[in-house]
């Protein structure tokens, strides 16, 4: 069955540093690799998805996510960090390779500093 | 930018009493979906409609629950005799297809079961 793991459940940053959230994946097909974001009293939102394209997806709002097969990771980061960007962020994997069904990591809360 | 609507944005309801929570997703999508997050845990699938008819549902999704695309704007989530433990974040989400489609979801609807 397929799963991620969200190895962080808090991340901390100053304004302007790197930003890393670690995702992990487990999936017996080529899996479709999601991030999405949550602020604060808001819906989901997509930041990038990875379907077996290039390894190195480009989001919005400067993030980014690379798919190591190898690995089979699927890290977050963003070059500075921005108030606007705390937030809680989920890792997410599709279920299967003919469903849209997604299965959701427990989520890393990403907190900036000024 | 098109989006997912969701109403109520809060319902309190008694325990035993009926809910609909109520969704209009993105126009030309054809596949909706349920989500819910219970408060601290994992945002976990409920169900999945496509062709009015239900493609999926999860152990979650039991007799209490049902799902119904009235008109050709409106999806609906009924819960007909709440339970405490069905107090959570309810998602709904469309998209336009499978296959590493982005999902799009709302912005929630918070149940809180007294």
């Known amino acids: 069955a397929q799963s991620v793991t969200q190895l962080d459940s808090h991340v901390s940053v100053s304004e302007g540093t790197p930003v890393l959230l670690r995702c992990n994946y487990s999936?017996?097909?080529?899996?479709?690799l999601f991030w999405y974001v949550q602020h604060p009293n808001k819906g989901l939102q997509l930041l990038l998805k990875?379907?077996?394209?290039?390894?190195l997806v480009k989001g919005i709002n400067g993030f980014e996510a690379e798919f190591k097969k190898s690995e089979t990771s699927f890290h977050l980061t963003k070059p500075s960090a921005h108030m606007s960007d705390a937030a809680e962020y989920f890792c997410v994997v599709s279920a299967s390779y003919n469903t849209d069904k997604l299965i959701f990591g427990t989520g890393t809360r990403l907190q900036v500093f000024p | 930018e098109p989006e997912v609507t969701q109403t109520p944005s809060h319902q309190v309801t008694q325990m035993g009493q009926e809910v609909i929570l109520r969704c209009v997703p993105i126009?030309?999508?054809?596949?909706f979906y349920w989500y819910r997050q219970i408060l601290g845990q994992k945002v976990e699938f409920l169900v999945s409609f496509y062709n009015n008819e239900i493609s999926e549902k999860s152990e979650i999704f039991d007799d209490q629950f049902s799902v119904e695309r009235p008109d050709g704007s409106n999806f609906t989530l009924k819960i007909r005799s709440t339970k405490l433990e069905d107090s959570a974040m309810y998602f709904c989400a469309s998209s336009e297809g499978l296959s590493g489609n982005t999902i799009y979801f709302g912005e929630g609807s918070w149940l809180t079961v007294v």
């Open positions: 990875y379907t077996s394209a290039a390894t």
């Open positions: 999936s017996s097909y080529s899996p479709s």
């Open positions: 126009s030309n999508h054809l596949y």
